[in-house]
């Protein structure tokens, strides 16, 4: 594994995606991101800024009333980490495990990506 892999895994977009799996209890794929709107994509502009690339929605906060939005790349990485964790815990297991189950078993193994 090269250094910037390595750093990316640990400090990068794909070591905060292990963290927001855990926080959030959930693995991604490609179905759990919905493209904003234009209507949605002009408010993003009016209260943010132009984004650079596109941008998706992975859910609703509703402490605080806000889609939650994500760019390309922390899709990427959200899709990134949630293959590398069903791929290393479900090698493990011998049954089919719910994504609560991955997620518990990947941060007991790996607790530094996932804290």
Do not use: C, H, W
Not at 15 to 27: A, N, P, T
């Amino acid at each position: 594994m090269d250094d910037f892999t390595f750093l990316n895994l640990i400090l990068g977009p794909l070591g905060e995606s292990f963290k927001i799996i855990k926080q959030r209890g959930k693995l991604y794929s490609e179905e759990d991101f919905v493209e904003l709107t234009e209507t949605q994509y002009a408010l993003y502009t009016a209260k943010v800024g132009k984004s650079k690339s596109a941008l998706y929605s992975i859910g609703y906060d509703a402490e605080s009333n806000l889609l939650e939005i994500v760019d390309e790349l922390e899709k990427y990485s959200l899709m990134q980490a949630s293959t590398f964790m069903r791929n290393s815990v479900g090698e493990i297991s011998e049954q089919p495990l719910t994504d609560a189950e991955i997620i518990e078993k990947f941060a007991s193994v790996f607790p530094f990506l996932t804290k």
